[in-house]
């Protein structure tokens, strides 16, 4: 396995980027979203997470996904 950091997970102009992914050769495993804080976001955060937990799951039905939030 393999972590890649900000590395898109299809080759496509809106793939999601998540900050760090883990792979298994050509297959996504996990992905982790990190924030420092919500900040400005703090009213749509969940649903920013949400959408990109459903792209993911669209393309590697298996794939986790985390959020790790230090504040």
Known sequence: ???????QIQKTKKAIRPDIS???GD???AIIECKTQLGWNRP?????YNERDNKLKELYPQ???FLLVMT
Request: hydrophobic share 40%; no cysteine.
């Open 1 to 7: 396995m393999q972590a890649h950091s900000e590395r």
């Open 44 to 48: 749509t955060w969940e649903d920013q």
């Open 22 to 24: 883990i792979w298994r």
């Open 27 to 29: 297959e996504v495993v």
């Open 63 to 65: 794939a986790r996904s």
